[in-house]
């Protein structure tokens, strides 16, 4: 299993060591405009720069401990930038040679990185929310190589959430002196809405241990409701908004949606850095004006904790910084898959739509 994080005073003789404990900081302006105090936790601080460190180090560790991760296999996984950055960090450190499927419109800066940490990377047509197509060219791998591969799966692997219960989830406890009025993360693997909820799921469940009443909301793109509205669509938030439900979101957990505009997402990211000083990544502008909204909507929340998720270093060549940038999204259908349709015929009529 991982090992808990060193604390910064120390030294160690593996980078590993230094993941998570991170910080979380009160972001003044968002508050004053929210009525509210939102607190962004500062993910990009992990080595490799993302929250995904914590996920990588929990699922790859727990494989080899318990040997399906056995010497001499490679590790392949399906990912939009951070999860592959983070799997390369990780996989390559313990000795494992990493492949990494990605659709081609990530950002250029995220593919540089895989290859930085020694992975191999292949491409898929479209965006964001053509994940789809990365997921099929890894199956098809998986079936042309039987044994080759370990692929972690950060969509339904139950160790993504466990990471956030066990690291994410216990540190925003502790650095607000107990569970906040509510927690909001942008849905992507759902692992820290889950565990801190995969994010929603796992630092959900942390969260609602130490306090039944925490309010957890997922946030989406606006331009790609599905949990909101069974949509899908194209958007410019990386990191989110996939196209499909993942397994390691628990919508039991969930008590609603935030949706924010790719645009407002792009906005609030710029404003950060000018404003806060935190130099972040889009998803990270969707989180905090999603809790700005969600505060709005409900202004008895006094204390909101959000997911700084990665650094602005990685979105040099997006509509961060090239307002003319587009992605070659392919022209197709996107049905929901039968998993998505049940989850959401059971749960999104519980949910509160915030928009």
Not at 67 to 82: A, K, V
Not at 87 to 111: A, N, Q
Not at 295 to 312: A, F, M, N
Request: net charge negative; hydrophobic share 35%; charged share 25%.
């Amino acid at each position: 299993m991982a090992k808990a994080s060193a604390s910064s005073s120390q030294t160690t003789a593996d980078i590993l060591d230094i993941i998570g404990d991170t910080p979380l900081v009160e972001l003044t302006g968002p508050s004053e405009e929210a009525d509210a105090t939102v607190y962004g936790k500062l993910e990009f601080v992990n080595p490799s720069g993302s929250i995904k460190d914590r996920i990588y180090r929990e699922m790859i560790t727990a494989a080899i401990d318990r040997g399906d991760l056995e010497p001499g296999m490679e590790i392949l996984e399906c990912s939009t930038g951070n999860a592959g950055i983070a799997c390369t960090f990780v996989g390559t450190r313990l000795g494992y040679d990493v492949t990494i499927v990605m659709p081609e419109g990530m950002s250029e800066e995220r593919k540089k990185v895989i290859r930085a940490y020694g992975g191999d990377l292949v491409e898929t047509p479209g965006g964001e929310s053509d994940v789809d197509l990365s997921m099929d060219r890894v199956d098809e791998m998986l079936a042309e190589s039987p044994g080759q591969y370990w692929f972690p799966n950060q969509f339904t692997n139950p160790d993504n959430p466990v990471a956030h219960e066990k690291t994410t989830g216990v540190e925003i406890l502790d650095q607000v002196g107990g569970a906040p009025d509510a927690f909001l993360a942008g849905q992507g693997t759902g692992g820290t809405v889950t565990g801190v909820g995969g994010t929603v799921t796992g630092v959900g469940r942390t969260l609602r241990e130490e306090d039944p009443e925490t309010a957890l909301y997922a946030l989406e793109p606006a331009e790609a409701p599905l949990l909101s509205c069974r949509q899908w669509g194209t958007h410019e938030i990386e990191g989110i908004g996939d196209g499909f439900v993942p397994e390691n979101l628990d919508p039991e957990l969930m008590d609603g949606v935030v949706a924010v505009e790719s645009d407002a997402a792009l906005e609030r990211s710029r404003a950060l850095a000018e404003g806060e000083g935190v130099f972040c990544g889009i998803s990270s502008g969707a989180n905090v004006e999603g809790a700005i909204r969600l505060s709005r909507e409900r202004p008895e929340l006094d204390e909101i904790v959000t997911i700084i998720c990665d650094t602005g270093h990685r979105y040099f060549t997006t509509k961060l910084f090239e307002p003319e940038y587009e992605i070659d999204v392919p022209d197709r259908e996107h049905p929901l898959d039968e998993y998505s349709r049940e989850i959401l015929e059971e749960y999104q009529d519980e949910w509160h739509i915030v928009d």
